[in-house]
């Protein structure tokens, strides 16, 4: 007891006989740069790319990857202080023959402001899979920073990519396209490459097929490691108000690449009608205040496949429909609190659409969800169950703040089952649309589906929609069928 009393008051005594610069000295010690692999996955093994937050991720010294997109290995330079730029050299080791991929930059460079370059690896051709790529940090131009960090656990002086079995599909971005009818009008779309593609797999001779309404130019305008972009231009004037002209764009299969989502773009030129922008009913249908505002409906259905129709109940997120500030059925939704009219918002003033707030995920429109089983509701997979705009308001004599009718936005939609098989889903409809009481709107129309593999052609639901609870259950439809739930 008196032995451990003694060392004790040595040990005290040591310390209060260091003098304060001693104490600041040892605080204050910094720790030696270091210059490191910086490779984060997410809790899905995938990427995270900066500006992502992380978190509190760590590195990771290897990475599976199963894309043919562009590759992107992010090295930091942890550094208390660094002047002027710094620069790095690593080496690149692989079975793969030269030609299979391509690694840039040369040199990696770092500054004070910009701490972190990136190694960029494009792919050119397909893999065995087994095959990888092993990168080390080899050296750097300040001889007082380290190669690789003091945790032993993640040095992160190396980094190796394993290439595993690759899978490329292939879809549209959208599914439909607006015009405004003027010869020379320019739209754009891209084919989207999920998992990336080699470019000369892709056989852009026979990539569409084609049922044109109207004379047009297509061309390809870009590309990037994921997506090829196409514009589309306008030969003849379309501007006829009361003629609809339309034009369908079909993705066709290519040996190496299935269908993932979109397959067909319906590029359109509406009807146009005179309508007064004040009335805006679509603002009645939606609220930006709530990203996860609700309508509320009810579907005439066989949901249990006992041969009785009935109403069910069911909900989807309604969204507005972003536009241009130019465009003609175009209202201010908000300012974003600012003087500065670049960041305002507007909306169309007379269509909403079904989307999900959620990333990732989708919402159940005209109870779509409900007609299925075995689907797969992952956007990625059914991205039909998002709808950007699905119905259109067309105000009574274009001017009655109350009343009116309703056209379902023909276009669309797809989605899969759990076993990824693709469905396509032609869609079209129409009803009206009235005030009921001062917080409440309806919504009364008929859903026309049409595929051929799932319904023989063609076949109608009917549905009221509304824009809040509190509405009176409708009356049954005893001399009209219905849809059964179909196992996808």
């Excluded at 087994?130 to 690789?148: C, H, K, R, W």
């Excluded at 670049?342 to 779509?368: C, V, W």
């Amino acid at each position: 007891m008196k032995a451990t009393k003694l060392l004790f008051l040595l040990a005290l005594g040591l310390i209060l006989g260091c003098t304060d610069d001693d104490l600041s000295n040892q605080a204050n010690q910094e720790l030696p740069a270091s210059l490191r692999f910086n490779f984060l996955v997410n809790s899905n093994n995938e990427p995270i790319a900066y500006p992502a937050l992380s978190g509190n991720v760590l590195p990771v010294a290897t990475y599976e990857n199963t894309s043919l997109r562009t590759l992107k290995i992010p090295v930091v330079l942890s550094a208390r202080s660094l002047e002027g730029t710094v620069t790095a050299t690593y080496s690149v080791n692989s079975g793969l023959p030269e030609t299979a991929y391509a690694v840039q930059p040369e040199e990696l460079r770092f500054t004070a402001a910009q701490p972190t370059d990136t190694i960029e690896v494009r792919f050119n051709q397909r893999w065995s899979a087994g095959e990888s790529i092993a990168f080390n940090l080899t050296g750097v131009s300040d001889p007082g920073i380290q190669l690789g960090a003091l945790n032993e656990a993640t040095v992160g002086d190396r980094f190796e990519v394993t290439l595993g079995e690759v899978n490329t599909t292939y879809q549209l971005n959208t599914s439909r396209i607006d015009l405004s009818g003027a010869a020379g009008e320019t739209v754009t779309f891209r084919v989207e490459f999920p998992n990336g593609y080699i470019e000369e797999e892709v056989d852009e001779a026979a990539i569409f097929s084609f049922l044109n309404g109207f004379d047009y130019t297509l061309a390809r305008t870009g590309q990037g490691s994921d997506y090829i972009s196409y514009s589309l231009t306008l030969n003849e004037d379309l501007s006829a108000a009361d003629v609809n002209y339309q034009t369908i764009i079909t993705l066709k299969e290519q040996a190496a690449y299935s269908l993932s989502g979109n397959a067909n773009l319906l590029v359109i030129k509406p009807i146009q009608t005179d309508r007064d922008l004040a009335t805006n009913p679509a603002s009645h249908f939606y609220d930006t205040s709530n990203p996860y505002y609700l309508v509320r409906g009810e579907n005439w259905i066989d949901h249990n496949n006992d041969g009785e129709c009935s109403w069910r109940s069911w909900t989807a997120f309604s969204v507005p429909v972003e536009v241009d500030a130019d465009h003609p059925n175009a209202i201010l939704g908000s300012d974003n609190g600012t003087p500065d009219p670049s960041d305002d918002m507007y909306y169309d003033a007379y269509r909403i659409g079904f989307r999900s707030p959620l990333a990732g995920r989708t919402t159940n429109p005209f109870n779509l969800q409900r007609w299925f089983d075995n689907e797969a509701t992952d956007a990625s997979a059914s991205p039909g169950f998002n709808i950007d705009a699905a119905i259109e308001f067309y105000p009574e004599g274009g001017t009655s703040a109350a009343q009116g009718s309703v056209a379902v936005i023909p276009q669309f939609l797809t989605i899969s089952n759990r076993d990824d098989e693709l469905f396509e889903l032609a869609i079209s409809g129409s009803g009206s649309y009235r005030q009921v009481s001062e917080d409440l709107w309806e919504m009364k129309l008929e859903l026309r589906v049409t595929n051929d593999a799932l319904y023989g052609g063609t076949v109608t639901s009917e549905y009221y929609i509304y824009s809040d609870r509190g509405y009176e259950d409708p009356a049954d439809l005893p001399g009209n069928s219905c849809v059964e739930e179909i196992t996808l």
